[in-house]
């Protein structure tokens, strides 16, 4: 059973900045394509991130490409998403779980508790 655990998200102004963190228990990152989605309140989930574990490519969503950038730490097995230029459509909990491209688009299983990010003026 794959297990996440992810943290720092908290309550920031516009344009500022935030970094999440996502360690996983009981297996490696290597070993699958790791990302993050998101969820705000009354709406769908939406995929941010998927990292490759063949080649380490990363897809970003149009809506936070030049803003987040996703790093690893292998010792600490954890990958962050550092968040910059924080804007009030950035509001969700956000969560870290293995990835997959399917015919309909990037899909997310065994995510994590989440973490809380608001973004306010």
């Known amino acids: 059973q794959l297990q996440f655990v992810e943290s720092g998200g908290g309550l920031v102004q516009i344009g500022g900045s935030l970094r999440l963190s996502c360690t996983a228990f009981?297996?490696?990152?290597?070993?699958?394509?790791i990302g993050w989605f998101r969820q705000a309140p009354g709406k769908g989930r939406e995929g941010v991130t998927c990292?490759?574990?063949?080649?380490?490519?990363?897809y970003y969503a149009d809506s936070v490409k030049g803003r987040f950038t996703v790093a690893r730490d292998n010792a600490k097995n954890t990958e962050y998403l550092q968040m910059n230029n924080l804007k009030p459509e950035d509001t969700a909990v956000y969560y870290c779980?293995?990835?997959?491209?399917?015919?309909?688009?990037?899909?997310?299983?065994?995510w994590g508790q989440g973490t809380q990010v608001i973004v306010s003026s």
């Open positions: 990292t490759s574990r063949s080649d380490g490519s990363t």
């Open positions: 779980a293995a990835c997959r491209l399917d015919v309909y688009g990037y899909e997310y299983d065994h």
């Open positions: 009981g297996f490696s990152l290597d070993y699958y394509d």
